[in-house]
Structure formats: structure tokens, C-alpha cells
């Protein structure tokens, strides 16, 4: 079994539950408000860690009382807190509306995680070196991420990178990508693809595999994955749930990715775990409160 090591963001949610998203200058009622732990991160570190793989947290919280929530939250999970530093500016934090059909709308505040810098990382090098695998994703300076993923490769690790939220990629931080996870739309947006079906994918593959990364998977939501390599193109169908929030689909696909490979070292077995994973947590509610155990699922799979 390999370990891994998830750099990057601790964010405290917060949730309103509203009848439907609002629309530009529409003024909506909640039927509810919610604290709960999140990030992208947090978020993929704790699936890791609720999926019984060995794994290191790397980012910042504030001094304040949702820093604390956010360690103890990951600590139970079975995330290794210990790399989790502290700074001087406020807990990030996310204003997530979900409305009953189980879509969303997000807006991030970075807070801590932009003070998240090199040479935090440099101080945590120990942790890179003793992982196999190293997850990031954009919610902290892309300098951080391209210095990560440098060192990363450098030291032999198998690097994945989810690019949420969504930005350019030079090639300098795709050379040292092996798995690159966007969903559509940020594949749309990193890639400038305006339809998604497979000679699109197949290209975006291409484009992405002459800039060093070895796979692209895209996920599709409700329409499943597709994973490429450059040459071939393989769908993978989604499994059937009634979605109550999709908040944490991705990450705890990225999570459910990272666990299968760390244990089965096989891109399409841990694809396939993915799915299943997040299948369980777009039935719950919540960010890191929706994500399965092992064992739920082990027995999802067999149903």
C-alpha cells in the first residue's frame, strides 16, 4: 500500500440550502445555514484517509476557532495533521449555496491557504520524501503547486493534480504531472475545448501528453469519466444514486482515485473505485461529512 500526501487547502463551509440557485440579483430565502469541514485539500486528504490509505495533510489555517475544527475534523478521518501550519491570516473559508437538486454554486475566500508558500513546503520536504503519491489541487498559490510538483518528481513520486478552481497551466507545471483531473468544465477552461465528446477529449489528451502529463481523466458528473492517455479514449459509465449534494463529488473522486492507486497501482481499477466513491458521497450531505468508509465502498461495489 502505498502513502500519500494531499498539499493544499483547509477551507470551514459554509452551506445554505435554498429551492433553486439564484440568478443574477435575485434575492432567494434559505431553508438552512451549516458549518461543516471543507477545502479541496481537506476534502481529498480526508476521503484518503476514511478509505484506510496512510496519508499526510500540507497546508495552513488561521489561529482561529475553524482552524482547530478543520485539524480535528481531518485528525479523525486518519489524516497525519502534523504538517497542517498555522498562519496569522484567517481560516479559509467557502460560501456554498445548494439548491434541492442537488447543484451548486461556490465562492472561495482563501484566507490561510494563500500564505501557503515554497518555502513551507521545503520545510515539509521530509513529508514528500516518505510519500509515494502527492495530491494538489489550485486553492493555494500556483507557485506553491509548481514548486510541489518540481520537488515531487524530483524525489520520484507519482503526482496527481486537480486543476480546481480552474486557471492556465503552463507547461513548466504540466511537465511534472502524471494524473491531471479536471472536471468539464475545467477542462474546457485549461484546455479551450468547446465540446466534449471523444475527438475533443482525444485531443486535449494529445495536447496534454506532449506537455508531460501520462493521463487525463475528465469527470463528467452524472454522465460518469473518461480517462485518455493521448491515443486511446475509455468512458466510464456513472453508477446510479439519487444525488442529494454534489458538493464534494470531485473531491471525494480525486480521494477515491488517489486510495485505489495507492493500492492497486492500476489507473483503471482506481478509476473504478473513484466512481463508486464518489457515488456514495453525492447521496449525503456535506463536504467531508458525505464521505464514505472502506468498507461502505468495498460493499457498494458488490451491490
Same mark, same amino acid.
Given at each position: 500500500?502505498?502513502?500519500?500526501a494531499?498539499?493544499?487547502?483547509?477551507?470551514?463551509?459554509?452551506?445554505?440550502?435554498?429551492?433553486?440557485?439564484?440568478?443574477?440579483?435575485?434575492?432567494?430565502?434559505?431553508s438552512?445555514?451549516?458549518?461543516?469541514?471543507?477545502?479541496?485539500?481537506?476534502?481529498?486528504?480526508?476521503?484518503?484517509?476514511k478509505l484506510?490509505i496512510?496519508?499526510s495533510?500540507?497546508?495552513?489555517?488561521?489561529?482561529?476557532?475553524?482552524?482547530?475544527?478543520?485539524?480535528?475534523?481531518?485528525r479523525?478521518?486518519?489524516?497525519?495533521?502534523?504538517?497542517?501550519?498555522?498562519?496569522?491570516?484567517?481560516?479559509?473559508?467557502?460560501?456554498?449555496?445548494?439548491?434541492?437538486?442537488?447543484?451548486?454554486?461556490i465562492?472561495?475566500?482563501?484566507?490561510?491557504?494563500?500564505?501557503?508558500?515554497?518555502?513551507?513546503?521545503?520545510r515539509?520536504?521530509?513529508?514528500?520524501e516518505q510519500?509515494?503519491?502527492?495530491?494538489?489541487q489550485?486553492?493555494?498559490?500556483?507557485?506553491?503547486?509548481?514548486?510541489?510538483?518540481k520537488?515531487?518528481k524530483s524525489?520520484g513520486?507519482?503526482?496527481?493534480?486537480?486543476?480546481?478552481?480552474?486557471?492556465?497551466?503552463?507547461?513548466?507545471?504540466?511537465?511534472?504531472v502524471?494524473?491531471?483531473?479536471?472536471?468539464?468544465?475545467?477542462?474546457?477552461?485549461? !484546455? +479551450?475545448?468547446?465540446?466534449?465528446?471523444?475527438? =475533443?477529449?482525444?485531443?486535449?489528451?494529445?495536447?496534454?501528453? &506532449? *506537455?508531460?502529463? /501520462?493521463?487525463?481523466?475528465?469527470?463528467?458528473g452524472?454522465?460518469?469519466?473518461c480517462?485518455?492517455?493521448?491515443?486511446?479514449?475509455?468512458?466510464?459509465?456513472?453508477?446510479?444514486v439519487?444525488?442529494?449534494?454534489?458538493?464534494? !463529488? +470531485?473531491?471525494?473522486?480525486?480521494?477515491?482515485f =488517489?486510495?485505489?492507486?495507492?493500492?492497486?497501482?492500476?489507473? &483503471? *481499477?482506481?478509476? /473504478?473505485?473513484?466512481?463508486?466513491?464518489?457515488a456514495?458521497?453525492?447521496?449525503?450531505?456535506?463536504?467531508?461529512?458525505?464521505?464514505?468508509?472502506?468498507?461502505?465502498?468495498?460493499?457498494?461495489?458488490?451491490s
Amino acid at each position: 500500500m502505498l502513502k500519500v500526501a494531499v498539499v493544499g487547502s483547509l477551507n470551514m463551509d459554509l452551506v445554505v440550502n435554498v429551492e433553486k440557485l439564484p440568478k443574477e440579483g435575485e434575492t432567494l430565502l434559505g431553508s438552512g445555514l451549516s458549518e461543516v469541514p471543507g477545502g479541496k485539500g481537506a476534502n481529498q486528504a480526508a476521503a484518503i484517509g476514511k478509505l484506510g490509505i496512510p496519508v499526510s495533510m500540507i497546508g495552513k489555517v488561521g489561529t482561529d476557532a475553524s482552524g482547530s475544527v478543520l485539524i480535528e475534523a481531518l485528525r479523525s478521518a486518519g489524516v497525519d495533521v502534523s504538517s497542517v501550519m498555522v498562519s496569522q491570516s484567517p481560516t479559509g473559508m467557502a460560501l456554498i449555496t445548494v439548491d434541492q437538486a442537488a447543484s451548486n454554486h461556490i465562492v472561495v475566500i482563501p484566507g490561510a491557504n494563500g500564505d501557503l508558500t515554497p518555502s513551507d513546503i521545503e520545510r515539509q520536504r521530509a513529508v514528500i520524501e516518505q510519500s509515494d503519491i502527492v495530491v494538489l489541487q489550485l486553492e493555494i498559490p500556483v507557485e506553491t503547486v509548481a514548486y510541489t510538483l518540481k520537488m515531487a518528481k524530483s524525489l520520484g513520486k507519482k503526482t496527481v493534480l486537480n486543476p480546481a478552481p480552474a486557471r492556465e497551466l503552463d507547461s513548466a507545471i504540466l511537465s511534472y504531472v502524471d494524473c491531471l483531473i479536471p472536471n468539464e468544465h475545467e477542462l474546457r477552461a485549461i !484546455a +479551450g475545448v468547446g465540446r466534449l465528446d471523444e475527438a =475533443a477529449i482525444r485531443e486535449a489528451g494529445r495536447l496534454f501528453m &506532449d *506537455r508531460g502529463v /501520462r493521463h487525463l481523466i475528465v469527470t463528467l458528473g452524472d454522465k460518469g469519466c473518461c480517462h485518455t492517455d493521448g491515443d486511446f479514449v475509455r468512458f466510464h459509465e456513472a453508477f446510479r444514486v439519487e444525488a442529494a449534494d454534489t458538493t464534494a !463529488a +470531485g473531491d471525494s473522486f480525486v480521494g477515491g482515485f =488517489a486510495a485505489g492507486y495507492s493500492e492497486w497501482r492500476d489507473v &483503471d *481499477r482506481a478509476i /473504478r473505485f473513484a466512481m463508486q466513491t464518489a457515488a456514495i458521497a453525492v447521496t449525503r450531505h456535506g463536504a467531508q461529512s458525505s464521505l464514505p468508509t472502506r468498507d461502505e465502498v468495498l460493499a457498494f461495489g458488490k451491490s
